[in-house]
């Protein structure tokens, strides 16, 4: 009790210091829980400062059809946020001698393809492996996830049937699922027991989480589960994530349990020697930029501190987790509702409520004026395909500036280079002519592109069939009214709309064609965010 006190007296000497005592603090906090009304879904809300709880509460109910209440006990599930336990069980694994992050992940699922290139376990722990998302892969093909109740075997079937990478191993950063699904593979090929048996032996009972175990079979009894809800119009309606899959998400816990978790890990008592450095450690990227992401967790700057943080969602529960180091400052956050996706979580609220904003605005200059003629421009001005993944790009030029179809004007910093916000446009003019666009991590290349002529003749080209041994699934290429239009069957139809010569955008993500040597249309390919061309040839004209 005199540690509780101490800590909430230091924490109110911070706040005063601010202007702004305790009292006042968690009356602005019941302010921004109003948004959870008393008979509708809510959310669990802990705070702990050193170590020890300073506050935790609960709005809203946890099951609308029994009427039952939310509580501090009540489990909801954290999405993401259960990546951190996923990693920390393969890093105690390697401090066991029974694996290294440095080994190649064939070594444990020789299932996977061999990529002509090793894919390191801390590749795939900090989002750098390239595998795809096999949940994204499954929603091009038609079954999203929770329309089919997956399993991790499920997971590593998709994996082992991609015949690409997103990119090569440690080039960038795209968040995967399927490392994590993997993972949990790997630990019960390694330790004999489950990731959840593992888990519970080696991490929640040592941790005191005594309300936390893993969705690993969504059939069981779990007493206490908040049931998850969407909001359509003015109707609640259950959203749960029923699948067996695990390891990448699915764990069912308490913000108390969380708190305890970091109080646990980040005062060095996880892992003899601690683990928490190597939970920390990040990697950079092949061109020797820094990846901001460790084990299943991101580690990063908000407000002028630095915060170890990690967020979640899976179907419609909610969470965050995060931790200030500085300030020795954990929030804990846990919703059983997708409601307020459009807006700031309410942790995040807190968050700017209690910790300081500390960054001084420093006005940026304007880059240096460099004129080119509007004839310079007209030059680099049409379509361009991003070389990596199909996506489009045009610039035009508008009121005597060169503009892109993405948004924003170029300002030209010499003769093929432009600057827009923070990131660096180069133009090499050629055959054809490439565009690079710099960013602080990473460098995306386009080569320029013929601009779309859908004439009937053109249109009849792409009609046909077209298979996905990746995805197990057809598309057909149909034309509807005088336009091209993507069919999945039973009644999924995508309407088409041309960028590039071949290259089109559909409501899901990007799509794009290819031809043989005589310029047949032989591939479809499809990307979104975390599933790279993903193939599909064409089998009937």
Same mark, same amino acid.
């Given at each position: 009790?005199?540690?509780?006190?101490?800590?909430?007296?230091?924490?109110?000497?911070?706040?005063?210091?601010?202007?702004?005592?305790?009292?006042?603090?968690?009356?602005?906090?019941?302010?921004? &829980?109003?948004?959870?009304?008393?008979?509708?879904?809510?959310?669990?809300?802990?705070?702990?400062?050193?170590?020890?709880?300073?506050?935790?509460?609960?709005?809203?109910?946890?099951?609308?059809?029994?009427?039952?209440?939310?509580?501090?006990?009540?489990?909801?599930?954290?999405?993401?946020?259960?990546?951190?336990?996923?990693?920390?069980?393969?890093?105690?694994?390697?401090?066991?001698?029974?694996?290294?992050?440095?080994?190649?992940?064939?070594?444990?699922?020789?299932?996977?393809?061999?990529?002509?290139?090793?894919?390191?376990?801390?590749?795939?722990?900090?989002?750098?492996?390239?595998?795809?998302?096999?949940?994204?892969?499954?929603?091009?093909?038609?079954?999203?996830?929770?329309?089919?109740?997956?399993?991790?075997?499920?997971?590593?079937?998709?994996?082992?049937?991609?015949?690409?990478?997103?990119?090569?191993?440690?080039?960038?950063?795209?968040?995967?699922?399927? *490392?994590?699904?993997?993972?949990?593979?790997?630990?019960?090929?390694?330790?004999?027991?489950?990731?959840?048996?593992?888990?519970?032996?080696?991490?929640?009972?040592?941790?005191?989480?005594?309300?936390?175990?893993?969705? !690993?079979?969504?059939?069981?009894?779990?007493?206490?589960?908040?049931?998850?809800?969407?909001?359509?119009?003015?109707?609640?309606?259950?959203?749960?994530?029923?699948?067996?899959?695990?390891? !990448?998400?699915?764990?069912? @816990?308490?913000?108390?349990?969380?708190?305890?978790?970091?109080?646990?890990?980040?005062?060095?008592?996880?892992?003899?020697?601690?683990?928490?450095?190597?939970?920390?450690?990040?990697?950079?990227?092949?061109?020797?930029?820094?990846?901001?992401?460790?084990?299943?967790?991101?580690?990063?700057?908000?407000?002028?501190?630095?915060?170890?943080?990690?967020?979640?969602?899976?179907?419609?529960?909610?969470?965050?987790?995060?931790?200030?180091?500085?300030?020795?400052?954990?929030?804990?956050?846990?919703?059983?509702?997708?409601?307020?996706?459009?807006?700031?979580?309410?942790?995040?609220?807190?968050?700017?409520?209690?910790?300081?904003?500390?960054?001084?605005?420093?006005?940026?200059?304007?880059?240096?004026?460099?004129?080119?003629?509007?004839?310079?421009?007209?030059?680099?001005?049409?379509?361009?395909?991003?070389?990596? *993944?199909?996506?489009?790009?045009?610039?035009?030029?508008?009121?005597?500036?060169?503009?892109?179809?993405?948004?924003? @004007?170029?300002?030209?910093?010499?003769?093929?280079?432009?600057?827009?916000?923070? *990131?660096?446009?180069?133009?090499?003019?050629?055959?054809?002519?490439?565009?690079?666009?710099?960013? &602080?991590?990473?460098?995306?290349?386009?080569?320029?592109?013929?601009?779309?002529?859908?004439?009937?003749?053109?249109?009849?080209?792409?009609?046909?069939?077209?298979?996905?041994?990746?995805?197990?699934?057809?598309?057909?290429?149909?034309?509807?009214?005088?336009?091209?239009?993507?069919?999945?069957?039973?009644?999924?139809?995508?309407?088409?709309?041309? @960028?590039?010569?071949?290259?089109?955008?559909?409501?899901?993500?990007?799509?794009?064609?290819?031809?043989?040597?005589?310029?047949?249309? *032989?591939?479809?390919?499809?990307?979104?965010?975390?599933?790279? !061309?993903?193939?599909?040839?064409?089998?009937?004209?």
């Amino acid at each position: 009790m005199k540690k509780i006190f101490l800590s909430l007296l230091l924490f109110s000497i911070h706040l005063i210091s601010n202007a702004q005592t305790w009292q006042d603090t968690l009356s602005l906090i019941e302010k921004m &829980a109003e948004r959870y009304k008393p008979a509708g879904p809510g959310c669990q809300l802990a705070i702990s400062r050193n170590g020890q709880v300073i506050f935790s509460r609960a709005w809203g109910m946890a099951d609308l059809e029994h009427n039952i209440p939310l509580s501090n006990n009540s489990i909801i599930e954290a999405g993401s946020v259960s990546k951190q336990f996923t990693a920390a069980a393969i890093l105690l694994l390697e401090q066991q001698g029974k694996l290294s992050v440095n080994d190649d992940v064939r070594k444990y699922v020789p299932e996977l393809p061999d990529y002509g290139t090793p894919i390191l376990l801390r590749q795939m722990m900090q989002h750098t492996s390239g595998l795809k998302d096999w949940g994204s892969v499954m929603d091009i093909a038609g079954w999203p996830r929770s329309t089919k109740t997956y399993s991790n075997d499920d997971a590593l079937f998709v994996i082992s049937h991609q015949k690409t990478l997103n990119h090569i191993p440690g080039a960038e950063y795209i968040y995967s699922n399927s *490392n994590y699904n993997l993972f949990a593979i790997i630990v019960e090929r390694v330790s004999g027991m489950s990731l959840a048996e593992f888990t519970r032996i080696h991490i929640f009972e040592p941790a005191g989480m005594k309300h936390t175990e893993w969705r !690993n079979n969504f059939k069981k009894i779990v007493p206490n589960r908040a049931i998850a809800y969407e909001k359509t119009d003015d109707t609640y309606l259950t959203n749960m994530p029923n699948e067996y899959v695990y390891g !990448n998400g699915g764990l069912l @816990t308490t913000a108390e349990d969380l708190l305890l978790w970091n109080n646990y890990y980040l005062s060095g008592k996880f892992g003899s020697p601690s683990l928490l450095p190597k939970q920390l450690t990040t990697y950079p990227f092949n061109n020797g930029r820094m990846n901001p992401y460790g084990a299943g967790l991101s580690i990063y700057s908000v407000r002028g501190w630095k915060i170890i943080a990690h967020n979640g969602a899976t179907a419609s529960y909610r969470a965050n987790l995060e931790h200030f180091p500085e300030l020795g400052l954990s929030i804990a956050w846990l919703s059983n509702s997708s409601e307020f996706d459009g807006g700031p979580n309410i942790s995040i609220d807190v968050r700017n409520l209690l910790v300081k904003n500390r960054v001084v605005s420093d006005k940026k200059s304007d880059p240096t004026p460099f004129t080119i003629s509007n004839e310079k421009l007209a030059v680099y001005s049409g379509w361009y395909k991003e070389v990596r *993944n199909g996506g489009s790009l045009r610039l035009f030029v508008e009121d005597g500036k060169l503009a892109n179809s993405r948004g924003g @004007t170029l300002i030209p910093v010499a003769e093929n280079a432009f600057m827009i916000n923070d *990131n660096r446009i180069e133009i090499t003019p050629g055959k054809p002519t490439k565009l690079s666009v710099i960013t &602080a991590q990473d460098t995306t290349a386009f080569v320029a592109a013929d601009s779309p002529n859908l004439d009937e003749k053109t249109m009849k080209e792409y009609l046909g069939d077209y298979w996905s041994e990746e995805a197990e699934a057809k598309f057909s290429v149909r034309v509807k009214e005088g336009k091209l239009i993507l069919f999945q069957a039973p009644t999924t139809e995508y309407l088409l709309t041309p @960028t590039y010569r071949d290259g089109f955008l559909a409501p899901p993500g990007i799509v794009y064609f290819e031809r043989d040597k005589k310029a047949r249309v *032989n591939t479809l390919k499809f990307s979104v965010s975390r599933a790279r !061309n993903v193939e599909f040839k064409k089998i009937t004209q």
